[in-house]
């Protein structure tokens, strides 16, 4: 192999390498109890728009309050009880600040 192509492969290499290290960075990681509070995760992250890191406590404090209910009114809950605990939105008298 040429020498001007091992710098090309080793350059790639480590561009590969730095991006794949940003990507698991960003990422979070979750780590679930169970299947079934996996499952009630992903529903409800899905259901109220927010990561599985977001709904994760509401799911469990869900099933640890009730962890005989059916799976589809844990998620009503757990969706419901997130989005009270949303900090209020400030609402500005005038929402369209373009004239006319």
């Keep these: ?7 090309v492969m080793v350059t790639i290499a480590v561009g590969a390498a730095i991006a794949i290290r940003q990507v698991l960075l960003r990422r979070d990681f979750v780590v ?7 499952s009630l995760t992903r529903r409800v992250a ?8 977001q709904a994760l ?3 469990r404090r869900e099933v640890q309050l ?3 209910q059916p799976d589809q009114t844990l998620v009503k ?9 949303l900090p ?13």
């Design 32 to 38: 679930f109890e169970n299947e079934r509070e996996e």
């Design 77 to 85: 809950r757990a969706a419901y009880h997130y989005r009270q605990n």
């Design 66 to 68: 009730a962890p005989n």
């Design 57 to 59: 406590p509401a799911v």
């Design 46 to 53: 899905g259901e109220v728009g927010c990561t599985l890191a």
């Design 1 to 7: 192999m040429p020498e001007p192509w091992v710098a």
């Design 88 to 100: 209020e939105r400030t609402c500005s008298p005038y929402p369209d600040r373009s004239p006319g």
